[in-house]
């Protein structure tokens, strides 16, 4: 049995998911979360289906923090090979944020690849970065595998000019400068999740919402994406985790001249001092937001749900008309309350909750009688990851 092990890394950060390859599907077989990489990682290892397996603390204490996710990554590699002596490794997929226009579909790693990625970073400094180091550490520890890079704004090309570009002189369009929209391995699966329901749910005109502290939402007709909430880079849209959203450009220009900020300093403004964080001045978290009894923590969710349902009716327009909308991500699939906060201010678009449906997180949350049907449906972005992979070795 050969075996597809998925790499999706953040800043301190890495879930990874071993798939088996089969000549029609993949099987998830187990799930790796690592967290807390640069200071003391705590590494938990669940079967496919999420349960929970073991959870432990790694020694690196002795590991340079440049070298933790390769040495994370490391850890992971060794468990597979303890677990699955008879087993191999046939190839890495990897998420990668950011891969402009250069990639719409996913790609076979290589040095030129590489070079291009690079381009990238300024457009995804959260992601971009790390998501090419761990590439590199795969490289390192398997050098002759083959890896396979995803990219999250390919599902959105094809978008509208209306939708994709931005009122400014032509020649910084030509250059690049215009929406790319991501979360699309998020997409695209709820896409081919929807497709498997019916070819009403298919079909429809849909609005997905992936919640969580990187949040967006996508307007998909015909099973295309149309228009999305994020643009040129991943910190517009909606006020995420500790990301500021939407915000007049004129703020920015009134910090860097009234409060001398640098661009590094604006871009921690935007990146992550801001969105819950900054709001509550407690977490970016929503988790303890719901918890806490401060004022400032309900502003931030309160905040959040509104945002959300403006940019709901934003992408209803791009649409003509709502049929469908779906709730996915860490927020999406498990907070009752933010998804009834949305849709209370929805009902002029024909949306009405089903209550307890709702408190249960069931698949349909909306009442019979609605002119929209809202649904819950969990993402899986190692899944198309996996699947990806799957097409480009098959074409090899």
């Known amino acids: ?119 990238f970073i300024p457009l995804a400094p959260l992601h971009q970065p790390y998501n090419l180091k761990l590439i590199r550490a795969c490289q390192k520890l398997e050098p002759e595998l083959p890896q396979i890079a995803c990219f999250d704004t390919m599902f959105h090309i094809g978008q509208p000019k209306v939708e994709r570009h931005y009122a400014i002189p032509r020649k910084y369009t030509e250059a690049g400068i215009h929406k790319y929209g991501f979360h699309g391995l998020s997409y695209e699966f709820i896409q081919r999740s929807l497709e498997q329901i019916d070819a009403t749910a298919a079909n429809c005109n849909t609005i997905v919402c992936h919640l969580g502290a990187g949040a967006s939402m996508c307007a998909i007709k015909q099973g295309k994406s149309i228009a999305s909430t994020m643009g040129f880079t991943a910190v517009d849209g909606l006020p995420m985790g500790s990301r500021t959203g939407n915000i007049d450009p004129g703020v920015l220009l009134y910090l860097q001249r009234h409060y001398h900020m640098d661009t590094d300093q604006l871009e921690s403004f935007l990146y992550k001092e801001s969105g819950w964080l900054g709001v509550s001045g407690i977490s970016s978290d929503m988790m303890e937001l719901h918890q806490s009894n401060r004022e400032e923590a309900e502003e931030a969710i309160a905040m959040f749900s509104y945002r959300a349902a403006l940019e709901i009716g934003r992408l209803s327009a791009a649409l003509q008309g709502l049929t469908q909308l779906v709730f996915t991500g860490g927020v999406g699939e498990n907070d009752n309350d933010v998804r009834r906060r949305i849709c209370e201010q929805l009902g002029w678009l024909g949306i009405e909750l089903n209550e307890d449906a709702n408190n249960d997180n069931a698949a349909i949350i909306s009442k019979d009688e609605g002119k929209v049907i809202v649904r819950v449906i969990p993402t899986n972005e190692e899944a198309m990851i996996a699947l990806h992979t799957e097409e480009v070795l098959a074409e090899k």
């Open 1 to 119: 049995m050969s075996l597809i092990l998925t790499v999706n890394g953040g800043s301190s950060s890495l879930k990874c998911a071993l798939f088996s390859r089969y000549e029609e599907h993949e099987e998830c077989l187990y799930r790796f979360k690592l967290g807390n990489i640069l200071n003391t990682p705590v590494m938990s290892v669940a079967s496919g289906n999420g349960q929970a397996l073991e959870k432990y603390t790694l020694e690196m204490t002795n590991v340079d923090r440049e070298e933790r996710h390769q040495a994370c990554l490391d850890k992971v590699i060794q468990w597979v090979h303890a677990q699955l002596p008879d087993t191999r490794l046939s190839a890495f997929g990897h998420r990668v944020v950011h891969g402009g226009e250069a990639f719409s579909d996913p790609v076979l790693i290589n040095d030129a690849i590489m070079a291009q990625l690079e381009e």
